[in-house]
């Protein structure tokens, strides 16, 4: 039986809340299948056959909040903390400028040792070294004069997951302290700055449902964020999350086809996460829609230390050192990086 809301998702480029649940649950393999091509030639169209890339910085991992699924969660007193310097943050940019890199990522846990002071001098650095580039910030929720401090240095992205749209699934993944309101009233901050901004969610987080899912995206439907990073869900051996099942690989990249048909012109990494659980992940992401990677730009030492789940990935293609072996990658599905700093479309 043909599924007609496929039909619809193609032809408008958006469905109801309820569509979208429906959607998911009665997806076909082939219906599926249309999506992710129609997917990749939207995005084909919008950007060319190129793929972004950001080099990503983890600058901290302490982290003041205690996040069910999070490696590095506050109660975790098995992580080594660190923090980088300026000096060390500053030499990940010129080793990245080295590299050819025209956009960064700085990204920690809510450490609120960076100060808006510090950090927006951080910024103004960043700018001087690399004005190149562009800069994205992703350290959690803070004050509206963080945000603006580090907006006028110069700051041009910032990255804050909503994690999950849903107020009762949102509840069961973070302690009573947190909420899904003050996450969305961070974006609604960040987005009235100026910023182009990122948001995002896991796939397969513990007691999600499609009607979650939905939810999910039919906030980024109103919302209309210049960027959707998503992954799927992995366990971390030391939270209460432990004993809980990895999300899954193909529905994750279905959800990357959904958002690029919906928002042709957004930008949509192939995470890391999907290329911790499938070597091949980040390539059926691209093929599906994806358009960014974000290799890793941090020092060797202390990358196993930024471990929000287990077995992720840090040494190996998607260390921004080795470059090369991702466009070899990238050059087998006939993709390229492009050269620019690829600013959102939207
Ligand atoms: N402190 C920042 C950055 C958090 S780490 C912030 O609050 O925005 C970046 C992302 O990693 C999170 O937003 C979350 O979606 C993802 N993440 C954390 N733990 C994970 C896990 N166990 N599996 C998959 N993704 C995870």
């Given at each position: ?11 408008t480029h958006?469905?109801?809340?309820d569509?979208?649940?429906e ?5 076909s ?18 950007y060319g056959?190129?793929?972004f ?6 600058f901290?991992?302490?982290c ?5 699924y999070?490696g590095?969660r506050r ?5 080594s ?7 060390e943050?500053l030499?990940?940019i010129?080793e ?12 920690s846990?809510d ?12 910024v ?12 994205t ?6 004050s ?14 910032y990255?804050l ?15 009573k ?7 969305l009233?961070?974006?609604e901050?960040i987005?009235?700055?100026?910023y ?13 449902c499609?009607?979650?899912l939905a939810?999910d995206l039919?906030f980024?439907?109103?919302f209309?964020?210049?960027m959707?990073?998503?992954?799927p869900?992995i366990?971390h051996?030391?939270?209460k ?20 048909i919906?928002?042709p012109?957004?930008?949509?990494p192939?995470?890391?996460?999907l290329?911790?659980?499938d070597?091949?992940?980040r390539e059926?992401a691209?093929?599906?829609g ?17 471990m ?7 040494t ?5 050192q080795?470059c ?11 993709y ?11």
């Amino acid at each position: 039986m043909p599924n007609t809301l496929v039909d619809e998702l193609l032809n408008t480029h958006c469905l109801s809340r309820d569509g979208y649940r429906e959607l998911l649950e009665t997806l076909s393999d082939e219906d599926a299948q249309r999506l992710k091509i129609e997917a990749q030639r939207l995005c084909e169209q919008a950007y060319g056959r190129v793929v972004f890339r950001r080099g990503l910085v983890e600058f901290s991992n302490y982290c003041k909040n205690d996040c069910y699924y999070c490696g590095i969660r506050r109660s975790n007193a098995a992580v080594s903390r660190y923090r980088l310097s300026d000096d060390e943050i500053l030499n990940c940019i010129k080793e990245g400028k080295a590299l050819g890199f025209k956009s960064y990522v700085l990204q920690s846990g809510d450490d609120r040792h960076y100060t808006t002071k510090r950090m927006a001098n951080l910024v103004a650095e960043i700018k001087a070294l690399a004005p190149e580039a562009s800069l994205t910030l992703s350290m959690g929720e803070r004050s509206r004069e963080f945000y603006q401090a580090c907006f006028d240095a110069g700051c041009d992205r910032y990255l804050l997951r909503h994690e999950t749209a849903k107020h009762c699934h949102y509840a069961k993944l973070h302690p009573k302290e947190m909420s899904l309101s003050s996450r969305l009233q961070c974006l609604e901050v960040i987005k009235s700055i100026g910023y182009q901004v990122g948001t995002g969610f896991m796939v397969g987080s513990p007691f999600q449902c499609y009607a979650d899912l939905a939810e999910d995206l039919y906030f980024i439907q109103e919302f209309r964020p210049h960027m959707v990073g998503i992954g799927p869900f992995i366990a971390h051996h030391e939270t209460k999350f432990a004993d809980m099942p990895d999300g899954s690989v193909e529905l994750t990249i279905r959800m990357i086809a959904i958002l690029r048909i919906m928002h042709p012109k957004i930008l949509l990494p192939a995470t890391t996460a999907l290329g911790t659980l499938d070597p091949d992940g980040r390539e059926k992401a691209i093929l599906a829609g994806a358009n960014v990677l974000m290799p890793n730009l941090s020092p060797l030492r202390v990358r196993e230390w930024y471990m929000i789940y287990d077995n992720k990935i840090s040494t190996g293609d998607e260390s921004a050192q080795l470059c090369t072996q991702l466009e070899e990658r990238l050059r087998k599905i006939n993709y390229r990086f492009a050269e620019d700093r690829g600013d959102s479309l939207m």
